[in-house]
T-cell receptor, first 113, second 115 residues
């Protein structure tokens, strides 16, 4: 069965510091992996996705993520945090023929001035 | 392009009452999803439509929840009767294809409070 684990329900960084949000997945078949961001009182917005090909994926707002099959991970990073990055981030996984996308529990990112 | 539209944004009802939510997906998106997001948790799929047919409703509490997508465009989700544990944000999303590798576009959600 497919599942997603996000390590850390809350992450706090200083403005300008590296952002690292961790995501591990469980899948018996090659996965499709996604990161979404949710700002307060809004729906989820797709940040980036990995389907096939290059394992380092770049998304919007300067975020990127790397698919590491050996570690079953898809961690989200950004070199320098901005105050506007404060939000909740969700990792998600799906797979060919599976239709259903499964979301992690989310990680809330706080950015300190 | 216009996004996924949902209404109402907020709804407060008493337990045992009924409520309905409406969703209009992005034009041309064949696949539509309803998710339930309880505070502090990730979204959980309730039902998935492909055009006007149901693809997956395995996690829909069918004794109280129902959904339809007439004409393969707009969709409504209904709860009758509501329970306290139904308090959540109900998110509608759409995608171009089956969604496995497309990613979804979400609406802003309807925040339901059952008192």
């Amino acid at each position: 069965a497919q599942s997603v684990t996000q390590l850390g329900s809350h992450v706090s960084v200083s403005e300008g510091a590296l952002v690292l949000l961790r995501c591990n997945y469980s899948s018996s078949v090659p996965p499709y992996l996604f990161w979404y961001v949710q700002y307060p009182n809004q729906g989820l917005q797709l940040l980036l996705k990995y389907t096939t090909g290059a394992t380092l994926v770049k998304g919007i707002n300067g975020f990127e993520a790397e698919f590491k099959k050996s570690e079953t991970s898809f961690h989200l990073t950004k070199p320098s945090a901005h105050m506007s990055d404060a939000a909740e981030y969700f990792c998600a996984v799906s797979y060919t023929g599976g239709f259903k996308t499964i979301f992690g529990a989310g990680t809330r990112l706080f950015v300190k001035a | 392009e216009a996004g996924v539209a949902q209404s109402p944004r907020y709804k407060i009802i008493e337990k045992r009452q009924s409520v309905a939510f409406w969703c209009n997906p992005i034009s041309g998106h064949a696949t539509l999803y309803w998710y339930q997001q309880i505070l502090g948790q990730g979204p959980k799929l309730l039902i998935q439509f492909q055009n006007n047919g149901v693809v997956d409703d395995s996690q829909l509490p069918k004794d109280r929840f129902s959904a339809e997508r007439l004409k393969g465009v707009d969709s409504t989700l209904k709860i009758q009767p509501a329970k306290l544990e139904d308090s959540a944000v109900y998110l509608c999303a759409s995608s171009e294809g089956q969604g496995e590798n497309y990613g979804y576009t979400f609406g802003s959600g309807t925040r339901l409070t059952v008192v």
